[in-house]
């Protein structure tokens, strides 16, 4: 008998126990990997879709190849392998805080694992992503000057409810100007959020960038039998 949920990792970080789980879903009869901070749900593979979307509709705002790129948290990869799935991408470096998280990959404790670290084009780097661009550090421990074609971001839940204090300042003018920084002329900054696109939040990007745009994806969700939604925000460099 299949198990209904199995724990496959726990661990203790700076921001609390995180744990990865398995289980059966009962709606849809399939197996869901979770990832959980104490008791709150950080992500599931039962919704994925804007994850994907938040690679695809950032790089599609690129018209230039090759592409150099980083994806600031790693979680369980769907952002960071939809990024790889464009062939124009040279390089990609996933920026995660959590060491059990990269391990998990490593091990291959979730299914398609493989397909981000067995590929040349990418590079797990251990660090906090928000520490990386505040202190000049940078996100290429071999180039700390090193600028890039795209920057895609899936940490908080949106600009206005973070994970950790300290990630607060990335949301400010002077944080994405930080962050600006650290790309190519004409390059592209993409961010996830779990809430609807925020008007205010939308109003300082423009402020730093050229252009800025929220872009609603929807998805099926089973749990619901109805349909649920995130916002992806695209931002393009001068």
């Given amino acids: 008998m299949h198990p209904r949920l199995t724990e496959l990792d726990w661990a203790p970080t700076r921001i609390g126990e995180i744990s990865l789980r398995r289980r059966l879903e009962p709606t849809t009869k399939i197996e869901v990997y979770e990832v959980k901070l104490g008791d709150e749900y950080l992500m599931s593979s ?3 879709v804007a994850e994907e979307e938040l690679a695809r509709l950032t790089l599609a705002a ?5 592409l150099d790129v980083v994806v600031g948290g790693l979680g369980l990869g769907y952002t960071a392998r939809a990024a790889l ?5 040279r390089s990609l470096i996933v ?3 959590l060491a059990p998280v990269i391990d998990w990959h490593r ?3 979730l299914p398609q694992a493989r397909t981000l670290t067995a590929d040349p084009r990418a590079a797990l780097v251990e660090g906090d992503f928000f520490a990386l661009l505040r202190d000049g550090t940078g996100f290429d421990p071999a180039a700390p ?7 895609l971001v899936d940490i908080d839940h949106s600009p206005v409810n973070v994970l950790d204090p300290t990630h607060a300042d990335l949301y400010t003018p002077a ?8 790309l190519r002329p004409g390059g592209a900054f993409g961010l996830w959020s779990d809430d609807a696109p925020d008007e205010a939040f939308l109003g300082v990007l423009r402020q730093c960038f050229v252009a800025a745009t929220a872009h609603v994806v929807t998805f099926a969700n089973p749990l619901t039998g109805g349909t649920s939604a995130n916002t992806v925000y695209v931002a393009t460099a001068g």
Avoid: H, K, M, S
């Fill in 46 to 48: 039962l919704f994925t």
């Fill in 62 to 66: 690129l018209p230039n190849a090759p």
């Fill in 175 to 182: 944080g994405l100007r930080r962050l600006g920084g650290r």
């Fill in 95 to 97: 920026v995660e805080a």
């Fill in 107 to 109: 091990r291959e404790l």
């Fill in 85 to 89: 799935a464009d062939t124009r991408v």
């Fill in 145 to 151: 000057d090193r600028r890039f074609d795209a920057i």
